[in-house]
């Protein structure tokens, strides 16, 4: 048995498929999974995120620290709730996780890290904060929602506190702001608007109830992958780990190089990486055969070498089958997949596949 969130009862009520999750027993689907992926895309959706991991740091350095512990900059923040996403590297330059970095006060940020890398990232963060004097706390007390859909904040709103629900349905994109103990950011993984809900463990039970009788409807693990592959977001342990850097997994953009002199952990060896001529590229693919593209099946690109599926699978928006890969260096913009032993032919093409309910490729 594996580790329950505050809503796991809920899950075995509404009859949901459980499976381990790093760790963790999460619902898979409850009942279709493709059903639940377009609620998301044209209603709203919500999903626990319970097991995702919540630090607060807080300290008279806390900026200098994180500028030296993750890839972007939180510079960048000029204003309180503001939301920035980066890679935390390790000395050679591998993704270590990601995350999402909330700037919630002059000496206080927030940061939401993901659950299989959960005891690693802790250890990491408090053995560099220790030369800064840096408060690393873990909010193990709370649950987290994720509400996502077009009208997910529409439907989401009434479970806001009256007085606090107008400073909430205005905020802009990645940006989050607290609601009295709860904190309520406009950031999600599905390529869709909505909120994630960071509130006590006690009150997720009774919220859940409350989305679902607006009328959200309750998805898992599978439909928040597919979900994210169309949006073309990142899987860690998938598609980057620590022996991949952000610029061979599509996440150079989160690379902030500027201030030159900032000396961010893992910056030297990605500097050396990026002038180099044979980085390998991380692209979308649609099938245009048919079968379904899976992790790690092997890409070929005639006369230009190999490379692999890194998150693959059908797009229930598309109806085609798709794949982020890491592929050779080069000009090209057609390859083949091998699937049961056949070469199968797939074109490449500029990602996201799907934001805001609209499919981006031409099919």
Known sequence: MGSKTPLYDKHVEAGARIVDFGGWD???????????????????????????????????????????????????????????????????????????IYFVGDEDYRLVVNAATREKDLAWIRKQ????????????????????????????????????RDATLALKPFTGTFAGEWFVARTGYTGEDGWELVLPAAEAPVVWDRLLAAGVVPCGLGARDTLRLEAAMNLYGSDMDETISPLEAGLGWTVAWEPGDRDFIGRAPLEKQREDTDIRRF?????????????????????????????GGFSPTIGRSIALARVPAGEYDRAQVEVRGKLLNARIVKT????????????
């Open 26 to 100: 999460m619902p898979l689907h409850y009942g279709s999974q493709k059903e639940e992926h377009h609620a998301v895309r044209q209603d709203a959706g919500v999903f626990d995120v319970s097991h995702m991991t919540v630090v607060d740091l807080s300290g008279e350095r806390v900026r200098e620290f994180l500028q030296h512990l993750v890839a972007n900059d939180v510079a960048k923040l000029k204003e309180h709730g503001r939301a920035l996403y980066t890679c935390m590297l390790n000395p050679d330059g591998g993704v270590i996780d990601d995350l999402i």
């Open 129 to 164: 904060a220790e030369d800064f004097g840096v408060s690393v706390v873990e909010r193990a007390e709370l649950a987290m929602m994720a509400v996502q859909g077009p009208k997910a904040r529409e439907l989401a709103a009434p479970c806001i506190a009256a007085e606090h």
């Open 283 to 311: 692209v979308g693919l649609l099938l245009e055969d048919k079968g379904v593209l899976r992790n790690h099946m092997k890409v070929v690109v005639d006369g230009v070498g190999e490379g692999e599926i890194t998150s």
């Open 352 to 363: 996201p596949f799907v934001r805001n309910g609209e499919i981006r490729i031409d099919v």
